[in-house]
């Protein structure tokens, strides 16, 4: 069983399109993360909710919007997709403010065309 | 402020040879917390290790050892006798004294290991 999973694993879609992605994780964890890593690799933190509490909320345009219904799942909806949000987002989750570590999903690659 | 260089942009080392990857960090906070992860070419990110603050000690796992010292502010990595399969991009974390959660990442630096 996978620990956190996102989905999809891949998005190709076209400019002004609304879009979602979904992260599941089984670990039992009470935190859980959005990251985005950019075409140069550099991962920069977009939001945390910390038992469906939103803790963490950098400065992101709101036309991403995230929701977490439970502990186990944090979704990431984005609207009106720009080129610029073309870059892989990785979901995580950790147990005590992450001083333990995070566990990562495998990322989902969007590409904005 | 909070801040975390690994200067290393790209390193290309040959089979067997051993391979340090550098990490210097900035913190106002006392009390933080360091990682190292691995980001392979299929792109998932693997931790592998954490280390708090108040735990100089270096620690060495198979292959992998981590150097810290506060006294230089660096955590650093080193890969004895690299094979490919340790070809990926590794990045180096601080944790946000803030207590907020997050991380503070590095760069990355991208390791070759050519056969």
């Known amino acids: 069983d996978t620990a956190v999973s996102q989905t999809p694993k891949y998005l190709v879609t076209q400019m002004g399109n609304d879009k979602s992605i979904k992260c599941e994780q089984n670990l039992g964890h009470d935190t859980m993360y959005w990251y985005k890593q950019d075409s140069k690799k550099f991962l920069k933190i977009m939001f945390s909710y910390n038992n469906k509490e939103l803790i963490i909320n950098e400065t992101v345009p709101n036309r991403f919007s995230p929701k977490s219904p439970d502990k186990a799942h944090l979704n990431l909806h984005i609207n009106s997709l720009e080129l610029g949000d073309s870059a892989v987002y990785f979901c995580?989750?950790?147990?005590?403010?992450?001083?333990?570590?995070?566990?990562f999903g495998s990322g989902t690659r969007l590409t904005v065309v | 402020a909070q801040k975390v260089t690994q200067a290393q942009t790209e390193i290309s080392v040959v089979e067997k040879e051993d391979v340090t990857l550098d990490c210097v960090y900035e913190?106002?906070?006392?009390?933080?917390?360091l990682f190292w992860y691995k980001q392979p070419p299929s792109g998932e990110l693997v931790f592998l290790i954490r280390?708090?603050?108040?735990?100089?000690q270096n620690e060495i796992s198979g292959r992998y050892s981590w150097n810290f010292q506060k006294s230089t502010s660096s955590f650093n990595f080193t890969i004895t006798a690299s094979q490919v399969v340790d070809s990926a991009v590794y990045f180096c974390a601080l944790s946000d004294p803030s207590g907020t959660y997050k991380y503070i990442f590095g760069t990355g630096t991208r390791l070759k290991v050519l056969a």
């Open positions: 913190t106002r906070d006392t009390t933080y917390y």
């Open positions: 995580a989750s950790s147990q005590e403010q992450g001083f333990y570590g995070y566990t």
């Open positions: 280390r708090n603050s108040f735990d100089e």
